[in-house]
């Protein structure tokens, strides 16, 4: 039984540190974007990345609140909310090197503040 968790423990170890480099940067979420953006442009279905970037931003939306300064309006479409991604990321590439959920927050933050605290 001893060997069977020493087994594991090993097995877990490997494969941390490649967990940490599979996380995505503000690049890679913009290129995602960018094939969604051409497949919304030409009228053909979405791409897997571009799947990919629509389903990432619109579940962000999803999970954010006013507590984090982001009010997107119910109405606001997936094609909407990766239109924000992509203008915010051409004028901020400084950050682009950043986490892709930190740069998106700021994308949606930016286009989309609270007016007024909510009581």
């Known amino acids: 039984m001893r060997k069977s968790w020493i087994l594991i ?3 877990w170890a490997s494969i941390a540190p490649a967990k940490e480099s599979i996380r995505a940067d503000g690049r890679e979420l913009r290129s995602s974007c960018m094939e969604a953006v051409d497949s919304v442009d030409r009228g053909t279905p979405l ?3 571009g799947g990919v ?3 990432y931003l619109h579940g ?3 999970m954010l609140d006013s507590q984090a300064g982001v009010c997107v309006p119910t ?3 997936a094609e909407q909310l990766i239109r924000v991604y992509v203008l915010w990321a051409d004028r901020h590439p400084e ?4 986490d892709e959920m930190d740069v998106a927050v700021a994308s949606l933050k930016e286009a989309f503040p609270c007016r007024s605290p909510k009581r």
């Open 9 to 11: 423990a090993l097995a």
């Open 47 to 49: 791409t897997f990345r």
């Open 53 to 55: 970037c629509a389903g």
């Open 60 to 62: 962000l939306r999803d």
């Open 75 to 77: 109405a606001a479409t």
């Open 95 to 98: 950050r682009l090197h950043e």
